[in-house]
C-alpha cells in the first residue's frame, strides 16, 4: 500500500482535522468521506455497495463528534444493525444471542471534539466487540437479489432534558446473482 493511501485511510478513521489536511493523489479527499457536522452523529460506509448474492456485505459504523467533548456509553447493546427488503420489509437475523453489539471495549469514554470513533462489521456475523470473545451475536444473510438498507441506531449518548438521545443512519448494498 502507498504511503499517501494508507496516511488517507488513517485520516478518514480518525477524522483529525488537524493532522489531515492537505492534498491527496486521490480525486476523492477523507473530507468527502467524513464531514464532522457541529454534533455528533453516526455515519454507516459500505465499503462495496454492490455485492453478488451470498458474499458478505462489510460496512464500517462511525461516530463522528464535530462538537464538544462528548461522555460515550459503549456498552455493546448501545447499537443496533437491522435490515429491510427492497419495500421496506424485515430481512430475519440467521442466528441470534442475547447481547447486541457496539464498536469496541465496553464501558465509558470521552469521544473528544473533531473526533471519530467506529468499527469494521460484516453483516453475516456481528460480533460483540470485545477481543475476548469470538463468535457471532446475530448476522443477515442477504442471498436473494435486490437492493437492501442497512439501518443503524446508537443510543449511547448522553440523557438529555430527561429523554434519551439516539442517532439512526442507513445505507444502501445491492445484491446481484
Known amino acids: 500500500m ?4 494508507l496516511r488517507n485511510r488513517l485520516c478518514f478513521l480518525l477524522a483529525a482535522a488537524s493532522g489531515c ?10 473530507s468527502d468521506f467524513l464531514r464532522l457536522d457541529s454534533d455528533v452523529s453516526l455515519e454507516t460506509l459500505i465499503i462495496r455497495d454492490s455485492v453478488k448474492a451470498g458474499e458478505p456485505v462489510q ?25 429491510e427488503g427492497t419495500s421496506g420489509q424485515h430481512i430475519d437475523t440467521t442466528q441470534m444471542s442475547s447481547v447486541d453489539v457496539f464498536l469496541g471495549a465496553t464501558g465509558r ?5 473533531e473526533a471519530a470513533f467506529g468499527r469494521l462489521l460484516t453483516l453475516d456475523c456481528i460480533g460483540s466487540g470485545y477481543g475476548q470473545r469470538a463468535g457471532c451475536y446475530y448476522g443477515y444473510r442477504l442471498s436473494d437479489p435486490g437492493r437492501y438498507r442497512i439501518i443503524t441506531t446508537f443510543r449511547g449518548l448522553p440523557i438529555q432534558e430527561g429523554h434519551e438521545r439516539f442517532l439512526v443512519d442507513t445505507a444502501i448494498v445491492n445484491v446481484r446473482e
Open 2 to 5: 502507498r504511503r499517501q493511501d
Open 21 to 30: 489536511s492537505g492534498a491527496s493523489n486521490s480525486s476523492t479527499t477523507h
Open 59 to 83: 460496512f464500517w459504523v462511525i461516530l463522528k463528534n464535530g462538537g464538544s467533548p462528548l461522555d460515550i456509553n459503549n456498552h455493546p447493546d448501545r447499537l443496533d444493525v437491522h435490515v
Open 109 to 113: 469514554f470521552v469521544l473528544p471534539r
